[in-house]
Every structure is written in structure tokens, then in C-alpha cells.
């Protein structure tokens, strides 16, 4: 199972981005679907999360202005991102829990990432 994210890119502050994430491969399902960002020298930390039912997380600083979403039947997780700051400058990561599903049985989930996409905000 491979997570690919795409939609990165620079913005002027106040802009708005929409990441999205496709996992991609055969026999898997996913459980719970988030994004995480990387700031230059910071830890990654999470940004936003949803249920496979729909539930949402978000962090303190994502709240009112980023919104995550998913489409089950397309594995696919979304994050839009409006009112942009420059502080939101980092590398942002899909991340997702995920069963395999091999020889008539489920696996227990493993959490899988991906490869990251870079958002960067001017002032």
C-alpha cells in the first residue's frame, strides 16, 4: 500500500491549497486517515484526522480555517486550507491506518505515511 499526496505549493498568506492523499495497491482497508506537517528544525505534529466514519481532529491552530475530508470508495483524504499564515510554511504528511488484507484474513493496522508535499506561505 503506497499513500500519495499531491497539492502543495506556495501561496501569499490569506490563500487558500487543498492537499489530497490516494492510497493505492490491492486488498486493505483503512481506518483512520489524517494529515501531519513538519516545520525546518520542529517535530511533526498532527494538523487534522478523521474516522473512516467521519469524525474530525483537529489542532488548536487548524481550527475554523482548515477543514479534512475523506471518500472512502476513492481512499482518498483531503485537507483544504483557506485563510493561509506563514507560520502553516511546512512539509505536510498523509498519514493512515492501515489492514492488510492477505490470505483470507485481516492483518492488524499498521500506520502508513506519505511521501509529504511542501506548502509554503509568503507574507
Known amino acids: 500500500v503506497q499513500l500519495q499526496a499531491s497539492g502543495g505549493g506556495t501561496v501569499q498568506a490569506g490563500g487558500s491549497l487543498r492537499l489530497s492523499c490516494a492510497a493505492s495497491?490491492?486488498?486493505?482497508?483503512?481506518?483512520?486517515m489524517g494529515w501531519y506537517r513538519q516545520a525546518p528544525g520542529k517535530q511533526r505534529d498532527l494538523v487534522a484526522a478523521?474516522?473512516?466514519?467521519?469524525?474530525?481532529n483537529y489542532a488548536d491552530s487548524a481550527k475554523g480555517r482548515f477543514t479534512v475530508s475523506r471518500d472512502n470508495a476513492k481512499n482518498t483524504v483531503y485537507l483544504q486550507m483557506n485563510s493561509l499564515k506563514p507560520e502553516d510554511t511546512a512539509v505536510y504528511y498523509c498519514?493512515?491506518?492501515?489492514?492488510?488484507?492477505?490470505?483470507?484474513?485481516?492483518?492488524?493496522?499498521?500506520?502508513?505515511w506519505g511521501q509529504g508535499t511542501q506548502v509554503t506561505v509568503s507574507s
Open positions: 478523521i474516522t473512516r466514519g467521519g469524525s474530525t
Open positions: 498519514n493512515a491506518d492501515v489492514a492488510l488484507y492477505r490470505g483470507g484474513h485481516y492483518y492488524p493496522f499498521s500506520n502508513y
Open positions: 495497491g490491492s486488498g486493505f482497508n483503512i481506518n483512520n
